[in-house]
């Protein structure tokens, strides 16, 4: 027992999140009243409907019990007035009728206000998301922030839709059977409401527990979520290594803890109903106890107890839903918390306010005395001085860490630089805008990207008003246009999620056709050709050389083989460039870059 604890632990431990945190704040009256902003766009059309609608509803609910007590029972029936009991019914249940009209309305109008609320949020909180930078997706798991777009989004319907209308609702609701209670016996209301004070010192306490509550089942189900994401992408790899049962051991512990944070949470809020149950039964046996006294002393008439029996009634059933608007709330709370953190998250790489626009460029691209550190400890580029001209070919080597990526990230302004600068051209690219920058670079990696969609759509990507011929031509020049036209569909193929209906290859190839489309003036090769096969390979150069006329091109490659043409190859070691010229001369220094070719080369024979 004790080794499999032993087991569970080191499970455990292999996934741990720390990203999210249950957040350890009072009640925050101004974030609450920061979402409920996102109503403003609404507030001249379907919210004053709505708040009417209330307002006639109330007034209805008001006035039924006085038609009731008052004049049904001690003018009516005591007097035997039939004709006064027929008028009276007949307004009732005219009331009634009126009550439910008015019910679907403010139904039917604050469903399409907290919907249209829940899309403005959702829409305004994907948007935020797709500017930030590549910092905030390096910290966080895509799970953690599915959580936040869906679920925690999600949370806040029941709010919007009809907590917010209720609160209003039953807060003119409690004010008008307060007022009304008094003036038909105001000894009666004050031996009824003795009890409330017992009512909200119970509740009070239980506030707090049932906010931390709702905060740890957010954190639980980002837990479940960022679980989920990763083991349905890295099913391949789970499956190869023959780690089933213990990716299934975590998924029914962290699922284990979602479920009971919910029976916890469900649990706490279930406690506030029954609490406002008692106070009511209490209430109740107070009310008939000296409501008895009051009848027989002829200080009230028993119309006047019948209607202060249906205030009484009504008076705590909006105290009660009162309390489940507070646990939604509470709720709401919990998810805005986590929703306003992604929203005041500013990227790091943040443009100027009087950013340039930076127009058809040539391609000269500068790196003075640039120092970067992804973690503020290692730096992964130390001093860098580089100068890549127009049109040229710069291939970046070097083993792993050396800085080849950072150089690229850099450039595409993914990151900006620690120190030093980078210029494109001439200009800072802290000075320039972003779109501007980046819409004249094309980048291909080695794990690339498909969408789902057509093969068409996909190379187009980039360039979404290219025509159809000009989508052939990016796929011929690279030499995807055979295995196209081979698919069931051709350009028109559906390549489904994540391109997994095509081979490694095939997905690089329509990566390369998706930047060529582009049409950029500077494009990068990060390790591109790596899942490319020899055949393919050849092919890709011959078109290269074309295609790259005129465009600065940087590539990074492993493969030495494919970078014999380049007109400047920069070898970089730990963030510092150890040596650079064209193929032949770094081989006649007989450096480093003459050692990995070297090495490459006696690999090769050895395969």
């Known amino acids: 027992m004790k080794k499999k604890n032993q087991q569970d632990e080191k499970v455990l431990a292999r996934f741990q999140y720390s990203e999210d945190e249950v957040i350890e704040k009072p009640f925050n009256w101004k974030q609450m009243l920061r979402l409920f902003g996102y109503m403003k766009p609404y507030r001249n059309r379907l919210l004053p409907l709505a ?38 019914v007949a307004v009732i249940a005219g009331l009634y009728i009126i009550s439910y009209i008015a019910n679907y309305f ?52 029941e709010l919007f839709t009809n907590g917010v209308i209720n609160l209003l609702m039953d807060i003119i609701l409690l004010l008008g059977v307060f007022i009304i209670l008094f003036t038909l016996s105001p000894e009666l209301t004050f031996a009824v409401m003795l009890i409330l004070p017992i009512m909200f010192f119970i509740s009070t ?25 990763e083991s349905i992408q890295g099913i391949r790899i789970t499956q190869s290594f023959t780690q089933e049962k213990e990716n299934m051991a975590f998924f029914d512990g962290v699922n284990t803890e979602t479920f009971e944070s919910w029976r916890v949470a469900s649990q706490k809020n279930a406690m506030f109903r029954p609490l406002v149950e008692l106070t009511n039964a209490l209430g109740t046996a107070v009310l008939i106890w ?61 443009e100027k306010e009087n950013a340039m626009l930076l127009s058809h460029i040539k391609g000269d691209i500068k790196f003075e005395d640039a120092v970067f550190s992804y973690d503020n400890k290692r730096p992964a ?11 040229q070919t710069v291939a970046l080597v070097g083993h792993t860490g050396s800085g080849k990526t950072t150089i690229a990230n850099l450039i595409n302004r993914f990151y900006d630089p620690t120190a030093g600068k980078v210029k494109i051209d001439g200009y800072d690219l802290r000075d320039v805008t972003l779109f501007s920058l980046r819409k004249q670079i094309s980048i291909v990696l080695q794990d690339t990207f498909i969408f789902s969609g057509t093969i068409k759509d996909n190379i187009r990507f980039g360039r979404p008003d290219a025509t159809d011929e000009e989508v ?6 690279v030499g995807a246009h055979q295995f196209i036209e081979n698919l069931s569909n051709g350009y028109d193929t559906e390549v489904e999620e994540r391109g997994n209906i095509l081979s490694v290859g095939e997905r690089q ?34 078109a290269l050389k074309t295609l790259l006329h005129g465009r600065t091109a940087i590539i990074i490659a492993h493969r030495l083989s494919t970078i014999r043409e380049a007109d400047n190859i920069i070898v970089l ?35």
Do not use: C
């Open 51 to 88: 708040i009417l609608m209330v307002l006639f509803n109330t007034g209805v609910k008001l006035a039924i019990p006085i038609l009731i007590g008052k004049y049904t029972i001690d003018k009516a029936l005591i007097n035997h007035d039939v004709q006064l009991l027929t008028i009276l």
């Open 106 to 157: 403010r139904i039917k109008w604050m469903n399409i206000l907290g919907q249209s609320v829940i899309y403005d949020l959702r829409k305004h909180l994907f948007t935020h998301v797709q500017t930030l930078s590549h910092r905030f997706f390096d910290q966080r798991s895509a799970g953690s922030i599915l959580v936040r777009i869906m679920n925690d989004i999600n949370s806040l319907q």
């Open 205 to 229: 306490s239980l506030r707090r527990k049932i906010r931390r509550s709702w905060q740890t089942v957010r954190l639980k189900q980002s837990k479940l979520n960022s679980h989920l994401n």
């Open 290 to 350: 000296y409501g008895a006294h009051l009848i027989q002393g002829q200080a009230i008439s028993i119309g006047v107890f019948v209607s202060f029996a249906f205030y009484l009634g009504m008076f705590w059933e909006p105290i009660s839903r009162l309390g489940m608007v507070y646990n939604q709330l509470l709720m709401g709370m919990a998810s805005s918390e986590r929703i306003f953190e992604f929203l005041d998250e500013r990227p790091n790489v943040d």
């Open 381 to 391: 580029l130390n001093g860098i001085n580089l100068e890549m001209r127009a049109g």
């Open 472 to 477: 052939m031509e990016a796929a011929k020049a």
């Open 509 to 542: 190839l329509l990566s390369f056709a998706r930047a060529l489309l582009a049409d950029p003036r500077i494009l990068i090769l990060d390790e591109a050709t790596a899942s490319i096969d020899t055949e393919t390979e050849v092919k890709i150069q011959r």
């Open 573 to 607: 070691d730990h963030g510092r460039i150890k040596e650079q010229g064209n193929h032949h001369q770094l081989m006649d220094l007989q450096g480093e870059y003459y050692h990995l070719v070297k090495a490459q080369f006696n690999m090769m024979n050895v395969g």
